[in-house]
């Protein structure tokens, strides 16, 4: 995939559909990347206002030039003070489409992808922060166990870190190959890709901070989104869709209903569709990013209590 691929933004209509766009409105696509959602959002609009974020400064060669629109370079969890600065504390839409952007799965030297050899770097922002060359040759074995086990969903979590720690302790890994070559003779027999995949995401996880990152922002929501206003989030693993899921479901991630007297549910935001939205085979076929895609839509109560 080159830059063509870059462009194409996964699940485009129905994310974009689910905002039910106001014309003269203010929206947010916290996740500019090539930047495929927010031009669409734009053709919807007319006077209205278009607020984008991404942490990668690469994802400002694709900034389109238009008076409606700003791109703020920055992570999405620090939402709420960037819209402060922006002058638009309160938006009537906001769109996240997370994880990693086609660009960056095709640039190896940014060492996310199981296909090259590159830089074990990861950071989605590679100006700040600990890349996963340092992260894999500095934390305890008990530390990456954790990583492995709770990020990677890896039943194989102790003897990866096991791995790992052995391979350092002969030479640092400072390649993607290093780590491949630490690790991958423990897949078990046709599951390599998958097995892998698993540990990138993993270290790319731990790395980046995305879990945390995602339920600041998401906790930022209620008092971002006016009532009436929508929310489109898509996902690519569990661990996210079920932080989002549990989220416009229950207001928490613990997914616990509160309820008041009369039997309405005590949260900010009302789900849309109850099961995840899944691209169709075609757009499969046409993307392979899209494979593990899941888009959640939710609706900013008016209140705080709302019928299930």
Known sequence: MGDQAYHIPVLLMPTVDGLDIVPDGIYVDVTFGGGGHSLEILKRMTTGRLIALDQDPRAHENAPHDDRFTLIHGNFRFLENFLAASGAPHVDGILADLG????QFDDADRGFSIRFEGALDMRMNPTTGMSARDLLNTASQEDLASMFRRYGELKSAWRIAENVVKHRSNKPLTTTTDLRNAVEHLANAGQLNKFLAQVFQAIRIAVNGELEALEAFLEQLPRIVKPGGRVSIISYHSLEDRLVKHFFRSG???????????????????????????????????????RSARLRIAERNHGKQTKD
């Open 100 to 103: 990693v952007s086609s660009h």
């Open 252 to 290: 928490n991630f613990d997914d616990k209903q509160h309820k008041d007297l009369f039997g309405n549910i005590e949260r900010p935001f009302n789900p849309i569709n109850r099961k995840a939205i899944l691209p169709n085979q075609e757009e499969i076929e046409n993307n392979n990013r899209a």
